[in-house]
């Protein structure tokens, strides 16, 4: 990173997902090193077969269908896979100027099937984690455990009892996200939801990105997140950015994501959006979603882009990143919040 320019300021992520903050040489060492049959053969063909930009765009379901489930999340499984996943995205997140990253995974989608032990590859991930922190002392970092809309009740019962028993080494909240389910709603979770609340986990959940406005009437009446990942539907509906403000709820801006991903149109309703957050006194922040797989992802780069296209000032974008920071689910104190 060049820190010559703009943002010069530590930057804080709070939306990154794990599959896709694995830069794709590291998936390429994980392939070759434990003998993976990838779908390319060559490293260039594979990095451009992975990599999402606003030339080459795919709906988020095709990318999920195509690319991120069958190839990234099975890459990315297994004990060795995930802490060195882990490790290598929070040092290089600090090493591009992240002084504080959340990353968030669903850890039933890294034990190859049930193959392996949950709580195995639960430990790995914080070994990973606690490397990263060991090595850099100004670096804070947190995992976020992911309930899957297309799971089972069951299966996601389970990801929230092992969200509690990690939650004192470092994993500091849940999510729900995934592909649309006609067969998932909100309300079924209310309680589960309100158990992990009780036992000292923050709560975001993933809704208005592919969903409209009215999932997320149904996210905050039976979730009642702190945060919400994208949200960007919110610009459209009045009434539901007065009770986002009112609640004080933060969204997760992903930019580059909802453009490569066709969430939003194109850079002129990206601005819309963001101005008229802003101009409704909705609080968000700006984060990469996806920073290894779509061209110049880095949460810089994208400070970078907002900027140069006119979108957010110079001034706006830092109050975003204050935001970020003071939304943060992580206890300070970097490793030593969890010893």
């Known amino acids: 990173m060049d820190t010559k320019t703009f943002p010069t300021f530590p930057l804080a992520e709070l939306h990154a997902h794990l599959s896709t903050s694995i830069n794709p040489?590291?998936?390429?060492?994980?392939?070759?090193?434990?003998?993976?049959?990838?779908?390319?053969?060559?490293?260039q063909e594979f990095i451009d077969y992975v990599t999402l930009s606003p030339e080459r765009r795919m709906n988020l379901n095709e990318y999920f269908e195509q690319i991120y489930h069958p190839l990234l999340d099975k890459l990315s499984?297994?004990?060795?896979?995930?802490?060195?996943?882990?490790?290598?995205?929070?040092?290089?997140?600090?090493?591009n100027n992240i002084q504080l990253i959340e990353l968030r995974n669903n850890p039933m989608k890294h034990n190859q099937g049930g193959a392996i032990d949950l709580d195995h590859v639960?430990?790995?991930?914080?070994?990973?984690?606690?490397?990263?922190?060991?090595?850099?002392?100004?670096?804070?970092?947190?995992?976020?455990?992911?309930?899957?809309?297309?799971?089972?009740?069951?299966?996601?019962?389970?990801i929230i009892e092992k969200a509690i028993k990690y939650h004192s080494r470092g994993v500091v909240g849940v999510d729900i996200a995934?592909?649309?389910?006609?067969?998932?709603?909100?309300?079924?979770?209310?309680?589960?939801?309100?158990?992990?609340?009780?036992?000292?986990?923050?709560?975001?959940?993933?809704?208005?990105?592919?969903?409209?406005?009215?999932?997320?009437?149904?996210?905050?009446?039976?979730?009642?997140?702190?945060?919400?990942?994208?949200?960007?539907?919110?610009?459209?509906?009045?009434?539901?950015?007065?009770e986002l403000k009112k609640r004080g709820v933060v969204l997760e801006i992903c930019p580059l994501s909802n453009i490569v991903t066709n969430a939003v149109k194109d850079i002129e309703e990206l601005r819309f959006i963001l101005q008229t957050l802003r101009d409704n006194e909705v609080k968000f922040c700006i984060n990469t979603d996806?920073?290894?797989?779509?061209?110049?992802?880095?949460?810089?780069?994208?400070?970078?882009?907002?900027?140069?296209?006119s979108i957010l000032?110079?001034?706006e974008l830092k109050e975003c990143n204050q935001v970020?920071?003071?939304?943060?689910?992580?206890?300070?104190?970097?490793?030593?919040?969890?010893?």
């Open 25 to 43: 040489a590291v998936y390429w060492q994980i392939a070759r090193s434990q003998g993976f049959k990838l779908p390319k053969k060559n490293y």
């Open 77 to 95: 499984s297994g004990t060795y896979a995930v802490e060195k996943a882990t490790y290598e995205i929070m040092t290089g997140a600090y090493r």
């Open 122 to 158: 639960i430990m790995s991930m914080l070994r990973g984690m606690e490397r990263a922190l060991l090595e850099y002392e100004d670096l804070s970092a947190g995992l976020i455990f992911i309930l899957a809309r297309e799971f089972t009740y069951e299966m996601n019962e389970i």
């Open 178 to 242: 995934g592909p649309g389910n006609p067969n998932f709603h909100f309300k079924d979770y209310k309680a589960l939801m309100q158990k992990a609340k009780d036992a000292g986990l923050k709560v975001t959940v993933h809704t208005g990105e592919a969903s409209d406005a009215n999932d997320m009437w149904e996210a905050l009446e039976h979730t009642d997140p702190l945060r919400i990942g994208h949200g960007i539907k919110a610009a459209y509906d009045k009434d539901l950015m007065a």
């Open 290 to 309: 996806w920073p290894e797989v779509i061209h110049n992802g880095h949460l810089w780069r994208q400070f970078q882009f907002l900027k140069e296209k």
């Open 313 to 315: 000032t110079e001034e």
């Open 324 to 339: 970020a920071f003071d939304s943060t689910f992580i206890p300070s104190g970097g490793l030593n919040a969890y010893l």
